[in-house]
């Protein structure tokens, strides 16, 4: 008998007061439980840097950060260097997200459970 699939557990936040949320909340639904941002007010070169250093002074530099919003490639690509592990545009499906979780994440917390 083979052992159930450990849970994945995600946060989604939206920092910041630009009044967008339906995305957060859609992602959230298709989730259910990473750290995910959904930004839509240009912050994201703030916002993002500073949960992962945030989230390193606590110990907990091992915990994914991705996200989604409004971000230009340029500044994608910047993120990801700095530690972001992905950014999902607008248009990006909960499929989508949901399978890279799955193939992302998945082994991180399958190897956990080892």
Known sequence: MSEPKRKIRIVVAKPGLDGHDRGAKVVARALADAV???IMSGAHMT???ALIEALRARGAGHVV???????PDEDVEVLKQQGVAAIFKPGASTQEIV??????LRPRVE????
Do not use: Q
Request: no cysteine; net charge negative.
């Open 47 to 49: 916002h993002f840097p």
């Open 111 to 114: 190897g956990a459970a080892a």
């Open 36 to 38: 995910g941002l959904s």
């Open 99 to 104: 399978d890279w979780i799955e193939r992302e």
């Open 65 to 71: 950060v991705f996200g989604g919003g409004i971000v």
